[in-house]
Structures are given as structure tokens and as C-alpha cells.
């Protein structure tokens, strides 16, 4: 079955360390994968796509690598502050679709 | 600056009666979402339109949701009858097609519905 995976259990860091959060996935072949970030109460906000010809993408402090050959995205976040605490989504499409499919997500704090 | 709105943002009503959840696109946007969110299942799609059109609803109950997209301004998603498992958090989201690829989605506030 298709299954995307992500760390339930939440990341607690340290502030200025580099989070690291990951997403697996299983029986999909994306075309793009995407990482969005969610804050209690609100919707998603996308943050960064990464192509599948992509083996990795940077944006400020966020960098996004992708693995098909291990079918896995890892998301960073360079010194990592308070405010990024929230819950951290990734989701991909694949090859003549145009909807997302979601992770369920890991929930980051980082402590100051 | 361009944002997806929907309507209501909170929603509690008894079991058997119809919901509908409004939602506006940003404007020039030619996709369509709607997603539903529980602890449980996490973020899961029920139904999207391009161009107004509803290209797939298979993530939608048939026999009690109906979503539409009576102008391009405005997309809605209805419940009816509406059970105690329907509650959840309800999210649109909109996003352009461009040379046939989606890119990123925007999703607006979300509706939480609460059926007792």
C-alpha cells in the first residue's frame, strides 16, 4: 500500500542547532515533493518543492533534499530559532496528478 | 496581499442537518482543493476542480458530500446529511497550473465543524 511517513513524535532542539526532520515514502513515484509548514489553528504554508531530477533545494535557512533511489526527503533548518517551532508537512504528487498527498507531519520545538 | 478566504471559520450543528463551507480562491488561481483534517487521519483530500470543472472527488463520501465551483470566484462544499464523523477541519486551498504543472498550494484558514 502507499504509505508517506513522518517522525510522529515531536523534535525538540535546541535553539541555533539544525533541525532535521524526515519523510518517507513508499509505492508512490513523485514528480515533486513539497514541504509545508502548519501553526495550530491555521492552514498549511508551502515552504519549499524539490523536483525528482532535484537532489537538493535551499531557500534562507531552509534546505530540502530528495533521495528517490532511498524514496526520502530530508527537510533542515539551520539555526533554528523559537519561532520555527510548528508542525512541519510534506507532501508529493505524482506524475500526471495534480492533488498532494500529505504526511501526517512532526511537530518541532525549539527550545530557547 | 492575495489569500484563500472560508466560511464560516467555526461551525456546530446536530447531527442530520446540511453544512455548507464557502470558499474563495485567490484570484487568477485555476485549481481548486478541498481537504479535510482529524488527528487521525491527518490531511486528507476530498475533491478538486481546474478551471471550474471537477477533475476528482474519489477522497469525497458521494452519498452525503457534494463540492462546487458555481463561479470561478467562489467554490463550495456541502454536507448533507451531517454525522458525528464529519467533524473535523475543513481546508481550501487554491494554486495555478502552469505548462501543465501544479506549484505550490496556498491554503486558506480552514473551517472546523463540529457535528453533535
Known amino acids: 500500500s502507499q504509505k508517506i511517513e513522518q517522525n510522529s513524535e515531536a523534535l525538540n532542539i535546541q535553539e541555533g542547532k539544525t533541525a532535521t526532520l524526515t519523510c518517507n515514502y513508499t509505492n508512490y513515484s513523485p514528480a515533486y515533493l513539497q514541504w509545508y509548514r502548519q501553526d495550530p489553528g491555521r492552514g498549511p504554508v508551502f515552504l519549499l518543492l524539490?523536483?525528482?531530477?532535484?537532489k537538493e533545494k535551499r531557500k534562507e535557512r531552509l534546505k530540502v533534499t530528495f533521495d528517490t533511489t532511498l524514496k526520502q526527503s530530508l527537510f533542515h533548518i539551520t539555526a533554528s530559532q523559537p519561532a520555527d517551532s510548528a508542525t512541519y508537512l510534506c507532501a508529493l504528487t505524482e506524475a500526471g496528478r495534480r492533488a498532494l498527498t500529505f504526511g501526517s507531519g512532526t511537530r518541532l520545538q525549539v527550545q530557547p | 496581499d492575495a489569500r484563500v478566504t472560508q466560511t464560516p471559520r467555526h461551525k456546530v450543528t446536530e447531527m442530520g442537518q446540511e453544512v455548507t463551507m464557502r470558499c474563495q480562491p485567490i484570484?487568477?488561481?485555476?485549481?481548486v482543493f478541498w481537504y479535510r483534517q482529524t488527528m487521525m487521519q491527518g490531511l486528507e483530500l476530498l475533491a478538486y476542480f481546474r478551471n471550474r470543472a471537477p477533475l476528482d472527488d474519489s477522497g469525497m463520501p458521494k452519498d452525503r458530500f457534494s463540492a462546487e465551483m458555481p463561479d470561478a470566484t467562489l467554490a463550495t462544499l456541502k454536507i448533507q446529511p451531517s454525522e458525528p464523523r464529519d467533524s473535523a477541519v475543513y481546508f481550501c486551498?487554491?494554486?495555478?497550473?502552469?505548462?501543465?504543472?501544479?506549484?505550490?498550494?496556498?491554503f486558506g484558514p480552514g473551517t472546523r465543524l463540529t457535528v453533535t
Open positions: 524539490i523536483r525528482e531530477n532535484e
Open positions: 486551498a487554491s494554486g495555478l497550473v502552469l505548462a501543465g504543472e501544479l506549484y505550490e498550494q496556498y
Open positions: 484570484l487568477g488561481h485555476n485549481t
